[in-house]
């Protein structure tokens, strides 16, 4: 199954990457590359995630890489990603594009 990216998360990835950045470039580095490898793996296994609590739909689910949560969409023929967000965080819904 193919993967597509939001603008919303690829924004929200990159600003996480500038915050880490500000203490070291290769972690944010090594972070963004890291966060992608572990999106990938949707492509064989896209309902691995569990249903986000705060939306309970079977076909918007989350994945955890390390303190964050990684929002995604399970279409028809691909998985959309649609935010990256801390996983202290209550999701707020309006985050999400195209419900």
């Known amino acids: 199954m ?26 944010a580095e090594k972070w963004v590359v890291s ?15 569990r249903r986000v609590p705060e939306v309970n739909r079977s076909n918007i689910r989350e994945i955890f890489f390390g303190h964050y949560r990684i929002i995604y969409k399970i279409e028809t023929d691909h998985i959309a990603i649609l935010t990256v967000c801390h996983g202290k965080q209550i999701l707020p819904v309006d985050n999400i594009e195209d419900l």
Request: aromatic share 14%; no cysteine.
């Open 2 to 27: 193919k993967i597509f990216w939001s603008e919303f998360a690829i924004e929200k990835v990159a600003g996480i990457a500038e915050y880490i950045n500000r203490d070291s470039t290769q972690v």
């Open 35 to 49: 966060i992608f490898d572990r999106v990938k793996q949707l492509e064989s296994f896209p309902e691995s995630g």
